[in-house]
Antibody, heavy 121, light 115 residues
């Protein structure tokens, strides 16, 4: 069965970086891209970006450009999202999701369990 | 003004129908967009429900009951998620989503209470 398993919770200081992993299994990894979505405590969903798992193409949300990098490792079927220069308002649960139809397809049919990133001094 | 606006909350009775709206900002014409809908229950990731652009361009998520359906109200410039035969398990947050200006945009979400 398709599974996306994310890395564990992180506590970071302001200004630090965090790298969240998303291990995929149960399907051919390079067939579907990965989108990342975050959710601040008690708030709504925010799309962060998308990465291809076949050629490394990426598409990032404009407000995160320059601070976020999304990568994949096909040898381990793992996607990564790195966010730098962390601020308190980056505190959120970060989700990865399988993007069924490419960067401009909004069907994200399988999701990771979420990774809580807390930014606090 | 946000691109997508959803009412913060909605209440409905079991067995009734609920119509959740997602209003697009003036100048962003709903006719041109595929509107996606996601359901999120507390402590869980979102789940894809369906996509609707028109009666000939729509897609139901795998395993999503047919009592969840999509439509549009062109006069209100809104996408609509209709849930019929409400059940207690439908109590959740619902988010709409569109692809706009090269990025994915979520609505703020509607908390549906079934009571």
């Amino acid at each position: 069965q398709v599974q996306l398993v994310q890395s564990g919770a992180e506590l970071k200081r302001p200004g630090a970086s965090v790298k969240v992993s998303c291990k995929a299994s149960g399907y051919t990894f390079a067939t579907f891209g990965i989108s990342w979505v975050r959710q601040a405590p008690g708030q709504g969903l925010e799309w962060m970006g998308w990465t291809s798992t076949s050629n490394g193409d990426t598409n990032y949300a404009q407000n995160l450009q320059g601070r976020v990098t999304m990568t994949t490792d096909t040898s381990t079927t793992t996607a990564y999202m790195e966010l730098r220069s962390l601020r308190s308002d980056d505190t959120a649960v970060y989700y990865c999701a399988r993007a069924r139809d490419g960067y401009n397809g909004g069907i994200w049919d399988y999701w990771g369990q979420g990774t809580l990133v807390t930014v606090s001094s | 003004q946000a691109v997508l606006t959803q009412p913060a909350s909605l209440s409905a009775s079991p067995g009734a129908s609920a119509s959740l709206t997602c209003t697009l900002r003036s100048g962003v014409n709903v006719d041109f967009y595929r509107v996606y809908w996601y359901q999120q229950k507390p402590g869980s990731p979102p789940q894809y429900l369906l996509r609707y652009k028109s009666d000939s361009d729509n897609q139901q998520g795998s395993g999503v009951p047919s009592r969840f359906s999509g439509s549009k109200d062109a006069s209100a410039n809104a996408g609509i998620l209709l849930i019929s035969g409400l059940q207690s398990e439908d109590e959740a947050d619902y988010y709409c989503l569109i692809w706009h200006s090269g990025a994915w945009v979520f609505g703020g979400g509607t908390k549906l209470t079934v009571l």
